[in-house]
């Protein structure tokens, strides 16, 4: 790790150490005989690091929750275990550090001292006094500090030893890029009930009935709940609410803006840095010698970048006269804008908008209905989760909160209205036998309750309740298996003339195409039969009432030159090199622990959280 970076990090935990010491929080008093809970090789772990390092991360954990979190959760989270595996790896660097001789000099310890900013008097200089203060403050010495100083340091190099310069090799990346990157080029085309040549009979009776019997699954109903439920929603009081025409005026007036719409454009504004750049832009459009797309482009910028969307004329200031009397594609300006001046593409026109109070009328009054059936529904809720308590039926509420009541064989995939409330399902996949009916809240701002009455065992369905999707199911079998034959047939053919016109196929031509893009038409598992062919290979992908024909035509690397690959590789780069220079510092601190050795003292360590109590 360079110098600088070490200078920040250092300067980063003394600052840490400062505002902990000068917010109050002081240092833990572990007065007494023990002095560590632990060692690494010879590197000892004392009573005051692990204090001030717990306390430190509790107080970390506060600020950034806005919680106080006492010891007991800290440990129940594992937090105490987790500082101390920090400072048990912090002692084993510093371990390994002091038996190979590493360690920061005198000078160069100076230097980083007078940098740090917490130590500067008012002139902006080192001041002792400032020194010694903010240290009393940490309840730490001078040569804690200093010698602290110099640990961090060699740690900071021993780690950067180790993780400087991890880099997978190009092979190991060219990989990964072949598979994310590399392209095809391939000629398809779809066979499907229309390129059949023979037209599929009806099913006989015999045929219906195997059919059914092979795929009784498709005919089988799930698991079900019998449930009773009531509920009750807006829409359902719609119809009793009444709304006075006075209060149709009036929210017509408050929100008149979204009946009375402007007259509008959609409109792209390019700025330019002077009104000279700007006019030999609007000249070059003028003769033909470029065009505004082209413009954009050499400035660096997309047409997303400089897209005003849909203004109306006051919004543009200066230029709304100009770009209101301009047609669709035409360019005016320049004008002065807020960005200097710019140049406006009108990219469509969007009419005024003008709805009369009759014609809004209906609309506002079912949006007020709603509004007030919400309001009523919320009003009874509370008086529904009473009689709930009271010992009420479903069957009471109807007649106590006028709730309508039905039945239901629930399952997930249920057909019926209340089940498209996302709380109604997780209430009835949560309602056992036996549970009393509690409130459920609606997202339409409506109120149900359920009870479970039992057990719909799965069922398999009669052929006769079932026939018309047996039929469908045959036919489709029947189609998949002609068709995918049918293909077969073809792909021998063609491994003779070589051409899918010559076999009156459809042939599409797809160049250029990597794994993850989408293939319109294809069926699912398409470009993954595609990436897995050699070049020259045909291949029959069958799908739903429908068989592609494939044939691999070329294997093309990654483009080197796309923008998007070149990130997509720079990306994979790092993350990859991160991802080793992890592993290798794991690797290398497990090394070092395991052969300096590790003892751990439980009665201090439960000393020093006796003083977080």
Known sequence: MA?????KILIWILMAMLILGLGGFGVINLSGSVRTVGSVGEEKISVQQYGRALQEELRNIEARTGQRLSLADAQARGIDKGVLGQMIGAAALDNEARQIGLSMGDEILRRQILQIPGFKGPDGKFDRESYKFALSQTGLSESEFEDEMRRESARSLLQGAIIAGASMPETYLD??????????????????ANTMPVVLLDPTEEQLIAYHDNHKADFTTPAMKKLTYVWLTPDMLLDKVEVDDASVVAQYEANKAEYMRPERRLV??????????????????????????????????????????????????????AVFNAAVGDVVGPFDTNLGPA???????????????????????????????????????????????????????????????????????????????????????????????????????????????????????????????????WKAEQTSTALKALADDLVTQLATTGDMAALGLTAQVETGVTRQQFVTGAPAGFLTKVFEMNKGDVAVVAGDLLVTIVRLDDVLAPDADNPDVQMIRKQLSQDVAASLAQDLYAAYASEIQARAGITLDQAAINAVHANFQ
């Open 343 to 473: 140049l406006f593409r009108v990219n469509g026109i969007l009419a005024a908008q003008e709805t009369s109070l009759e014609d809004a009328r209906q609309e506002i009054r079912d949006d007020l209905a709603a509004d007030r059936a919400r309001r009523q529904i919320e009003t009874v809720t509370e008086q529904i989760d009473d009689l709930l308590a009271g010992g009420a039926t479903l069957e009471e509420l109807v007649t106590e909160a006028h709730m309508q009541l039905a039945t239901l064989d629930w399952h997930a995939d249920a057909d019926a209205p209340v089940n498209g409330f996302a709380a109604f399902r997780d209430a009835a996949e949560a309602v056992a036998e036996g549970d009393y009916p509690q409130v459920i809240r609606l997202d339409d701002g409506g109120i149900a309750a359920l009870r479970m009455e039992g057990i719909v065992d799965p069922r398999l369905q009669p052929l006769d309740e079932v026939r018309d999707a047996v039929i469908e199911g």
């Open 3 to 7: 110098r600088g970076g070490t200078t």
């Open 268 to 321: 792209e504004r390019l700025a330019f840095a002077d009104t000279e750049a700007a006019s030999a832009a609007k000249a070059r459009i003028e003769t033909g010698e470029t065009d505004f797309e082209a413009i954009v482009t050499e400035r660096g910028l997309q047409l997303s970048d400089i897209d005003l969307g849909d203004v109306t004329k006051e919004e543009l200031d200066a230029a709304g006269g």
């Open 175 to 192: 990989t990964l890029m072949g598979f994310i990157a590399e392209r095809r080029n391939f000629t398809w085309a779809v066979l499907d």
